[in-house]
């Protein structure tokens, strides 16, 4: 196995770079989860060749455009996004989990993060995106452009099959494979293997005055009827509440600080204007949750508490010298107590786990936290999770994409559909197998 690191300053230097023709894997700020940046000789071929090529030291460029869009060029983070726009009284409609990744990044994955409860998707925020091509051309997509009837697809039929099977998860946040309606679509949730994306334009609200409310609630291992009860209510208020975020007392363990001890939280983070609406007609309303269990907070401190807790799982999983074991599983709103009832039995295996993440979205994250003997049986547990998410219609990874570590599970959730797109896509936009050539579009 040859694995190899090159670093690029300007367009020019990756145009150049990309029609050598070597196989290579681009990589932003290096926070993904599913890339085991330190173990990939597990994952790849005895064989294998493979450049690592970082665009980190690439040009960054930020500013809105006339209709207030925020352009993004090179290795922005999640975090300088949310501050520029601030800075120009706009919000980032994407929050994700870890706001240091780059977000060119986060949009070949598809990372979706908090906000999806209020805004939507990231995908459905795009206006634009420009990529380099195989051939070292930058090429650019527009989202309100269709794919179908375009010169990207001559074989209509085959896209029209494949969007046939992707209208089952139409309301999540990601499918266990790309959408492929707009232009843009191409770049969304591709994880790189058709090019390399180097500006993107989304659309921003106006930043109005946020806050949040916390309820403390009892560890859902015991009961999560409190839990469900908020679930169901706030899906009324999605016009009020942007997020509305589950972190569990295992995830309060890991940090020096909690806002309460032994309990699990939900977080609502919502429009000051609508604070009243929001207290009256949907916390007052809670038959399992009383009023000395409900608090507000502000958005600083939300942010500071909320951040910690992915950094100390990666932290505990690197200390362990462990590949992580982890979910972020998204269901059909009538089966997430059965969802919660699956985590329920995982966490009756005596592994060391947390659970945290989208809880209005029906989307959370799991995680076992191993030592290195108990990953075979996590390993085990988390394979007979996915066949259920399978059986049952839902989408495995709906925010973090697939990258290496995942790409075993989810080529069982691929059909003929799936494998003739991957195929076409490939031989299309990249027949030498430049981009990834070891993703999950790369075995079909």
Known sequence: ????????????????????????LFLGSKTSTVLPYDKFERFLPSDSSLVLGDLSQMPKKCHLD???????????????????????GRLVMTSPTEELACVLSGLATSCTGERSFGFGTLRDQVVSIEFINANGEKVLLENHKSLSNSSWFEDEDLLISYQKKYALYQNFKNAPFPRLEHETDLMVGTEGQLGVIVKAVFKTAPLKPLTFFFLSLPKWENDFRPHLEIYEKVQSFRDHIISCELIDENSWSLCDSAPVQGRDTIFLEIYEESLDKVYQELLLELSLTGQENIFEMSPTKFNQLRMAIPRQVAEKIAREGVVKKGTD??????????????????????VT????????????????????????LCQDSLFSLYNWVKEKKGSPFAEHGVGLIKKEIIKDFY??????????????????????????????
Not at 356 to 369: E, K, T, Y
Request: hydrophobic letters at 35%.
């Open 329 to 350: 599983i998204q269901v059909q709103p009538e089966i997430f107590s059965k969802l919660l009832e699956k985590y329920r039995e995982l966490a009756n295996l005596g």
């Open 66 to 88: 006339k209709n207030h869009n925020l352009v993004i060029e090179g290795p922005v983070t999640w975090q300088e996004a949310a501050q520029f726009c601030q800075s120009k």
């Open 1 to 24: 196995m040859e694995i190899t690191g090159k670093s690029f300053k300007s367009e020019t230097d990756l145009a150049s770079f990309i029609r050598e023709g070597k196989p290579t």
């Open 415 to 444: 059909g003929n559909e799936q494998r003739k797109i991957f195929r076409y896509l490939k031989n299309k936009l990249d027949p030498q197998g430049i981009f990834f050539p070891y993703g999950f579009m790369g075995d079909q």
């Open 353 to 376: 786990y947390n659970l945290f993440g989208h809880f209005g979205d029906a989307h959370l994250h799991f995680n076992f936290l191993p030592s290195r003997h108990e990953e075979g």
